[in-house]
């Protein structure tokens, strides 16, 4: 099942955050496809090792110096250009290469020539997550499987795991799958085999239950969103699952995108704006749309860039 639900104009924002003695204060910079953005809809979002930012949206890849938007789509006459406009997932591996899901495959893009080229049996597929793990292996999800995926030895497995949605890697280098019933599973690194750890939402019906994102925190726990938009703490040393309260109306939100905002908070993303959770007193707050002041409060994607700002 995609992660990506029907969206209304998802315009680019960066964020700088300023720290205040009482509260903090957030400024928002727009781009759009009137400051050279190929599409309004932007899906996935990445800095690579080079310090570009990468914007995948419904009609190209982007890449920004900060300045200017540069354009990569599907040209019919050029050998090697990438083979889908829609773009629905972004990773750079430890070789430093970056990789690219689409409406129409996994592409790997050669930085020196501008080039992009296809994992060939993937053609066709919609690749709607990415991740790449310390080892060299690229883990996502397509057409309800995951697949794990070697570049250097051009080597795949598919796993049997029923609707992958999400998939996460921690710094102990585990790994965790999240799916469209609402179960997480934990790969067996010896086994080379997923077990299954808990369903997660057992209140909401089961179409509500898939789970959106996941997110490692530094506590050794994971945060899990779900359709229904309901957030979760799991504990990966005690196996324990908490339900984080809402104390304000989000009218049925759905949750898309977590990242980590510094040592205590966590900032949400969902179709409604933006949640703020504080892992230290458990509060679950929302950043008023006011101060926000974008189009829509839409928000499908996070990134955070070098210099601190999202």
Known sequence: MSKFLPLKLFALLLLIAVSQASAQSFVFR???????LSHNNVNCSLQDS??????????????????????????????NSIGSNFISALCEDKEKNLWVGTHNGLWRFDAETERFYL??????????????????????VSSQKLYKYNFKTNTHKVYTI???????TNPNKDIYVGTAQGHLYKLDAKN?????????????????????????????????????GNLKLFDTETNKLKNIEKNFNNDGAVIKTLIKYDASNYWI???????????????????????????????NT?????????
């Open 30 to 36: 727009q781009y759009t496809t009137d400051n050279g």
């Open 50 to 79: 080079k310090g570009f930012m990468w914007f995948g949206t419904l009609n190209g890849l982007n890449r920004f110096d900060g300045r200017i938007f540069k354009i990569f789509r599907k040209d019919s006459t050029k050998d």
């Open 119 to 140: 994992a060939d049996f993937t053609y066709t597929q919609w690749i709607t997550n990415i991740i790449c793990d310390d080892s060299g292996d690229l883990w996502f």
């Open 162 to 168: 029923v609707s992958p949605t999400t998939v996460i």
């Open 192 to 228: 080379d085999s997923f077990d299954h750890i808990t369903l997660v939402d057992t209140n909401s019906l089961p179409g509500a239950r898939v789970i959106t994102d996941m997110l490692y925190t530094v506590h050794n726990s994971i945060l899990i969103a779900t359709r229904a």
């Open 269 to 299: 993303g969902t179709t409604n704006g933006i949640n703020i959770y504080n892992i230290a007193s458990g509060k679950l707050s929302n950043l008023p749309n006011n101060q926000i002041n974008i189009t829509d409060n839409d928000v």
């Open 302 to 310: 996070f990134c955070r860039g070098s210099d601190g700002g999202i």
